[in-house]
């Protein structure tokens, strides 16, 4: 008798055994059942990342004289802004008077008031992607760097940003002795006013307008020759 209870208990003690490791089994297969379902799905989401626009702005503002003709150029989605244009290399009066005769020394970065929209007369911006702006932009800085001479009639400013809306392939005007403002209108005009180098899929305009989108009342014009600053 003693002999079977003993071996009752050691069944006993064996099943409960047997069913505690059936349990914690059953619980790690759960778990893992759980954790592959999360893991699949984390792997099967594709990795967006924000695409860049980028543009290049051909720009018109009022100056003393005739206006001026620049470029920004950057990303839409920073506000960090890069200028290019050609003028006299200094704030004196003289380069300028003398750069209607002669050429004169030059500087291609801003000048005072680029970054004014409250001097903007007309603005043209076209959008790009990131492969075409790397390409717009060393042309650019390339322009910047090996245009030494500013001369009214034979290199100007409107000129210098001919240059680089005809290295985009857009359709220019080919007169670069128009108003500056009068040069961006009709650049406009030639191309349709569309609003991206290439790809339709990169035209996103600011829903937002700019400040520049508003034309100021031209300053008045003298009857020199239509020659830029």
């Known amino acids: 008798m003693r002999y079977l209870r003993t071996k009752r208990r050691d069944l006993a003690f064996r099943m409960g055994l047997c069913a505690v490791a059936l349990a914690a089994g059953l619980q790690i297969q759960a778990a893992s059942a759980q954790d592959k379902p999360a893991a699949t799905a984390t792997s099967a989401q594709p990795q967006t990342t924000s695409r860049a626009i980028y543009y290049v702005d051909f720009r018109a503002r009022a100056a003393a004289s005739y206006g001026h003709a620049f470029v920004w150029y950057g990303r839409a989605d920073q506000q960090q802004i890069e200028v290019a244009g050609l003028h006299p290399a200094s704030e004196s009066v003289i380069p300028y008077i003398l750069g209607h005769v002669i050429p004169v020394p ?11 929209d409250g001097y903007v007369t007309a603005s043209y911006r076209v959008y790009m992607t990131e ?32 240059d680089i809306a005809r290295y985009m392939g857009l359709q220019v005007p080919g007169n670069w002795l128009l108003y500056p403002d009068d040069w961006v209108n009709r650049l406009k005009e030639l191309n349709g006013r569309r609003r991206y180098m290439s790809s ?30």
């Open 200 to 229: 339709p899929a990169v035209a996103q305009a600011s829903s937002k307008p700019s400040a520049s989108a508003q034309k100021p009342a031209a300053p008045a014009r003298s009857q020199t020759a239509a020659v830029s600053y």
């Open 106 to 116: 030059s500087e291609t970065g801003k000048s005072y008031g680029d970054l004014d």
């Open 131 to 162: 492969p075409e702006a790397k390409r717009v932009f060393a042309y650019i800085k390339h322009l910047q760097a090996t245009s030494p001479l500013w001369n009214a009639a034979t290199y100007n400013c409107v000129a210098f940003i001919q």
